[in-house]
C-alpha cells in the first residue's frame, strides 16, 4: 500500500519509523550512536548531518504528515524558524512579516536582522493590501502564522501563497497552533510549514523541538545551512517524539472539542469580556478557518471584566495548570505579557492588541465538566476575594 493513500491516524501510527530488522520489535529502535562507519556505506551518517536512522525517519513522518516531498527535526522550533528564514534570506534581502507571530520569533527578527543586514517589515493587517503594501523589489521571503499566537488570529493562505507566487518569492508559515492534523498549508500553495514540535507533535510537555516541512529542494536548501549551525536533535529525544506523534490525532481531536465547547462556555460567561477562538461564529475570521481547517485548534484565549484580577485567576485555579509552553495532554494557562511575548514592549503588545489582561488557554484532553468546574470555582474565588475588599 502507498502512504500517500494512508489517512492521518495511519500515518501517524505507520510512517516515519525505524523497522527492527534484528529482534522485530513493534515500535522503532534507538540509535544513539554519534560516530558511524564511513567505508562501504550507502550513506556517511553523522547526527549534525540529521542523517541518523532515528533523525532520517521522524522527517518522513513530518514530510507525509504535511503532505511535503520532506522534512527535517531540530533542536527546538526556534531553530526551525531561524534555518529556515536564514537560508532563504542575505544581507540586502527584504521579508514581510505578519505582524502577530510569536514573541520569539519577533524578537529574533528584529534584533538579529539588523546585525546582518537583513531588511524587514511587519504588516498593518492581514489583508492582500496589507502585505503587499510592505512587498520591495528586494523581498524574498513572506511569513506568516495562523492561527496567531495569543490572538486566534487567521490569514488568508490562498491570499498568500498568490502574493507569493505572482513575486516570485518564498511563503513561509508557522504552523503550530493549527498543527498538520488541522491544517495542511500545502494545499493552500505555502511553500515551507514550520512547526515547534514541543507542542502538539509532542504533546506531553515533556519534549522540545523543532520541524520543517517542504518540497526537497528547498529542504536541501536549509539542510545545507543547517549542517553548518549545528541545531540537531538528540536520537533519544527523536525516539520519543516519533512515539508521542503516533497519537497526535486522538490528542489534538479531543482538544479541538474541548476548546470548542470552552470558548462557547466562556463567551457566555458573565465576568469575561471577550473569547477569542476562531471557531466562534461572531470571530472575524470564522469565514476563513473554516475554509482552510479541518479543525479549530485546541487553544483559545480571554479576557475577564476590567474589575477581576487575572493573576489572582489563574492562581485559584486547581486542575489548569499555569504553565509556560501549550498544547500538552494537561490544560494550561499563561499571561502571554508575562511569558511568551514578554520580550515586546508594552507599545508593541499595544499595537498587536495584546492586552495586559489577556489570558491563553490550552485545553487538554480532560472531561470538559471538570474544566468547567474549576474554572467556575475560580471565577467564585476572585469574585468573592475583590468583593471582600470593596
Known amino acids: 500500500m502507498k502512504s500517500n493513500n494512508f489517512g492521518m491516524n495511519t500515518l ?17 529502535p534507538i540509535y544513539t550512536a554519534s560516530s558511524y562507519a564511513y567505508e562501504n556505506v ?25 503532505k511535503c516531498e520532506a522534512g527535517l527535526i531540530f533542536g527546538s522550533g526556534m531553530a526551525a524558524v531561524s534555518h529556515s528564514l536564514l537560508t532563504f534570506l542575505k544581507t540586502g534581502d527584504h521579508v514581510v512579516v505578519q505582524k502577530t507571530i510569536y514573541g520569539g520569533a519577533f524578537n529574533f527578527i528584529v534584533e538579529e536582522f539588523p546585525k546582518l543586514g537583513i531588511e524587514f517589515d511587519f ?6 493590501q496589507d502585505f503587499v503594501a510592505k512587498m520591495k523589489t528586494n523581498t524574498k521571503v513572506i511569513y506568516v502564522e495562523t492561527p496567531s499566537n495569543p490572538l486566534m488570529l487567521i490569514t488568508d493562505l490562498e491570499m498568500i501563497s498568490r502574493i507569493a507566487k505572482e513575486k516570485g518569492i518564498v511563503s513561509m508559515i508557522d504552523n503550530t497552533f493549527a498543527s498538520p492534523i488541522n491544517q495542511n498549508p500545502v494545499d493552500f500553495g505555502i511553500d515551507i510549514m ?34 553548518n549551525y549545528g541545531g540537531s536533535l538528540s536520537d533519544y529525544t527523536v525516539w520519543l ?4 506523534m503516533k497519537t497526535m490525532v486522538l490528542r489534538v481531536k479531543a482538544q479541538n472539542r474541548n476548546a470548542k465547547k470552552l470558548a462557547k462556555w466562556l463567551d457566555k460567561h458573565p465576568l469575561v469580556d471577550k473569547v477569542y477562538y476562531p471557531g466562534l461564529k461572531h470571530h472575524p475570521d470564522h469565514e ?9 485548534t485546541g487553544m483559545l484565549s480571554f479576557e475577564l471584566i476590567d474589575s477581576l484580577d487575572p493573576d489572582a485567576f489563574m492562581e485559584s485555579l486547581q486542575l ?21 511575548h514578554a520580550l515586546l514592549s ?3 503588545r499595544k499595537r498587536q492588541g495584546i492586552a495586559d489582561g489577556l489570558l491563553r488557554f490550552s485545553l487538554g484532553i480532560e472531561d470538559k465538566k471538570d474544566l468547567i468546574s474549576d474554572l467556575e470555582q475560580a471565577f467564585e474565588a476572585v469574585a468573592k476575594k475583590q468583593l471582600a475588599t470593596i
Open 12 to 28: 501517524c501510527t505507520h510512517t516515519g519509523g525505524v523497522k527492527d530488522e534484528q529482534f522485530k520489535g513493534a515500535v522503532s
Open 42 to 66: 550507502d550513506v556517511k551518517r553523522y547526527p549534525r548531518y540529521f542523517n541518523t536512522p532515528n533523525q532520517e525517519a521522524l522527517a518522513k513522518k513530518v514530510a507525509a504528515l504535511e
Open 123 to 128: 504588516t498593518d493587517g492581514f489583508s492582500e
Open 194 to 227: 514550520i512547526h515547534s514540535a514541543t507542542k502538539y507533535m509532542g504533546g506531553h510537555s515533556d519534549i522540545c523541538a523543532g520541524a520543517v516541512a517542504a518540497s526537497q529542494e528547498h529542504i536541501d536548501r536549509i539542510w545545507n545551512l543547517a549542517k
Open 241 to 244: 517524539l516519533e512515539r508521542s
Open 288 to 296: 476563513i478557518a473554516k475554509r482552510q481547517m479541518r479543525g479549530y
Open 320 to 340: 489548569i495548570k499555569q504553565s509556560m509552553s501549550l498544547a500538552g495532554v494537561e490544560s494550561t494557562i499563561l499571561s502571554p505579557v508575562k511569558t511568551s
Open 346 to 348: 508594552p507599545e508593541e
